[in-house]
């Protein structure tokens, strides 16, 4: 992979404070795994991405430490450094969080946005109906961060974009799969017409047998891609 590629429309902030910082490259580079910029096992050469982020090799190496302490990459010695291929481990570990997390916040989140929710439902029917699997990971990707958007708080935001980071590269294992995003297509719109109705804790319980079916099949489909 073209690393510099993957990094087109990044501005160069050198008036911010977070700007150039160990911490913002971690979350740019997080940022563009969760959008599936970049791949499972892509190697992250620090030449090309301290070019592209203009920083210092050191800077890099920063934000390395804080997104392999994620699990998000990978550092290899005497290979150099990897975006991360989760495991059945992975995907068990995540939906713990996400099962955790997102019906809380459908239920009782201060922030609830169905009007935006609705926009991302119809982006993800467009997406759908073209046989897009690309535009449909990522409408199911913005979904759930409307999810917990709806918390208001900044700090499960944060959290949760390392979740959804690790997420993007389990759904990578499914791109053979264009059936697991298309029915997941119709469960959020479902979702979204019990929060349309105002039936929060029916969503709430829904999201939590969705997400169960989702690490079933996450896991089965894992299963078959290690014995072939």
Do not use: C
């Not at 990459?73 to 992975?90: K, L, Y």
């Not at 979204?192 to 319980?205: H, M, P, T």
């Amino acid at each position: 992979m073209n690393v510099k590629a993957a990094f087109p429309s990044i501005p160069h902030q050198d008036g911010s404070t977070h700007a150039h910082t160990s911490s913002w490259v971690a979350s740019t580079l997080r940022r563009q795994i969760a959008e599936g910029r970049l791949h499972p096992g892509a190697k992250l050469s620090e030449q090309a991405l301290s070019e592209a982020l203009g920083v210092s090799r050191n800077t890099l190496r920063e934000g390395f430490t804080l997104l392999d302490s994620e699990l998000i990459i990978n550092r290899i010695p005497n290979r150099g450094v990897f975006v991360a291929s989760p495991d059945a481990e992975d995907i068990k570990e995540i939906y713990a969080v996400r099962r955790t997390i997102e019906p809380a916040a459908l239920a009782w989140g201060p922030n609830l946005d169905v009007p935006a929710m609705e926009q991302v439902i119809a982006e993800a029917f467009t997406a759908l109906a073209a046989g897009d699997i690309q535009k449909m990971a990522d409408a199911n990707q913005n979904f759930h961060e409307l999810v917990i958007a709806s918390s208001g708080s900044e700090l499960l935001q944060e959290l949760m974009g390392r979740v959804l980071a690790r997420m993007r590269l389990v759904f990578h294992a499914m791109s053979d799969a264009p059936d697991f995003h298309s029915h997941y297509v119709e469960r959020n719109a479902a979702l979204v017409r019990k929060l349309s109705d105002g039936q929060r804790f029916e969503a709430a319980e829904e999201l939590r047998k969705y997400l169960d079916t989702a690490e079933i099949e996450l896991l089965g489909h894992l299963a078959t891609l290690d014995v072939r």
